[in-house]
Nanobody, 128 residues
Framework: QAQLVESGGGLVQAGGSLRLSCAPS????????MSWFRQAPGKAREFVAA????????YYADSVKGRFTISRDNAKNTVYLQMNSLKPEDTAVYYC?????????????????????WGQGTQVTVSS
């Protein structure tokens, strides 16, 4: 089992920035990739960004490309989502997720079904 603890959400004005953190613990050796998803009220949970646990390959949803960056600090065993130029439509609960199954295609990590572990979620609210 792996556990994911998220932090860093909050309220920010449009155009501002926030950084989310996700610290996995437990059976982290089995993780193949980590991602961020988000879910706005009344909408389905959607993919935001993915990063291979070993390596630097990343993948982004078109809606956040160029504004958000997913990264990892190996020393702290933490994954980050740096969110810049935030828009009101970025308002959602953001979830960290970890997958254990390997896939050569990063695109497969855009699918919720690929993930075995989820964090509790952190609220991000962007005011206009």
């Amino acid at each position: 089992q792996a556990q994911l603890v998220e932090s860093g959400g909050g309220l920010v004005q449009a155009g501002g920035s926030l950084r989310l953190s996700c610290a996995p613990s437990g059976r982290t050796f089995s993780i193949s990739a980590m991602s961020w998803f988000r879910q706005a009220p009344g909408k389905a949970r959607e993919f935001v960004a993915a990063l291979r646990w070993r390596g630097s390959n990343s993948y982004y949803a078109d809606s956040v490309k160029g504004r958000f960056t997913i990264s990892r600090d190996n020393a702290k065993n933490t994954v980050y989502l740096q969110m810049n130029s935030l828009k009101p439509e970025d308002t959602a609960v953001y979830y960290c997720a970890a997958a254990t199954g390997y896939s050569s295609s990063l695109y497969s990590y855009t699918l919720k079904e690929k993930y075995d572990y989820w964090g509790q979620g952190t609220q991000v609210t962007v005011s206009s």
